[in-house]
Antibody
Framework: QVQLQESGPGLVKPSETLSLTCAVS?????????WAWIRQPPGKGLEWIGN???????YYNPSLKSRVTISVDTSKNQFSLKLSSVTAADTAVYYC????????????WGRGTLVTVSS | QSALTQPASVSGSPGQSITVSCTGT?????????VSWYQHHPGKAPKLMIY???KRPSGVSNRFSGSKSGNTASLTISGLQAEDEADYYC??????????FGTGTMVTVL
């Protein structure tokens, strides 16, 4: 059974960089698939942040592209999100998910982790 | 990219059928056959319920079905059950390897 688990600081100061990691179990990242980050601000809907392929190619939401970096570490079977210059608007529950290589949906998700941006 | 528009809430009695709509544009919902739906119980991982507009993953009840007409996709839940009470989100491919989600709908079983 594929499982994804997000981890990282729950509190980040404004203007700093948010860093999260998604540990994958039950499947080897290097075997394929795209790996995604998605977030949900309080009281709002989901927002796709971006995808990374096991080979390292990335695709980002145009509205976040200038601040986002998603990378993969196949040796640790995990992938990461970095979001720079955060503001209160970046406060959200952040989810990691898996996307089949040749399909356009997300078949496995983590439970999410709340990140609050506040001084 | 603008979020797809969903009704904030939909309710129904046990056994009834309800439909959740998801309205986008010709650049997302209307332009591709790649709409998916997710069920989300707060505190849990979202669950894929429908993909490619009408397809159900293995293990998902056949009470859930999807359709699309023009720029609007729909999720229908028939034979509504208490366990169906959750938030539902649609998602569409939006071109150039990007995706857009809906605003979310709270389904309440009366």
């Amino acid at each position: 059974q594929v499982q994804l688990q997000e981890s990282g600081p729950g509190l980040v100061k404004p203007s700093e960089t948010l860093s999260l990691t998604c540990a994958v179990s039950g499947y080897s990242i290097s075997s394929g698939y795209y790996w995604a980050w998605i977030r949900q601000p309080p009281g709002k809907g989901l927002e796709w942040i971006g995808n990374v392929y096991h080979g390292g190619s990335t695709y980002y939401n145009p509205s976040l592209k200038s601040r986002v970096t998603i990378s993969v570490d196949t040796s640790k079977n995990q992938f990461s999100l970095k979001l720079s210059s955060v503001t209160a608007a970046d406060t959200a529950v952040y989810y990691c998910a898996r996307r089949p290589t040749t399909d356009d949906y997300f078949d496995y998700w983590g439970r999410g982790t709340l990140v609050t941006v506040s001084s | 990219q603008s979020a797809l528009t969903q009704p904030a809430s939909v309710s129904g009695s046990p056994g009834q059928s309800i439909t959740v709509s998801c309205t986008g544009t010709s650049s997302d919902v209307g332009g591709y056959k790649y709409v998916s739906w997710y069920q989300h119980h707060p505190g849990k991982a979202p669950k894929l319920m429908i993909y490619d507009v009408t397809k159900r993953p293995s293990g998902v009840s056949n009470r859930f079905s999807g359709s699309k007409s023009g720029n609007t996709a729909s999720l229908t839940i028939s034979g509504l059950q208490a366990e169906d009470e959750a938030d539902y989100y649609c998602c569409s491919y939006a071109g150039s390897s990007t995706y857009v989600f809906g605003t979310g709908t709270m389904v309440t079983v009366l």
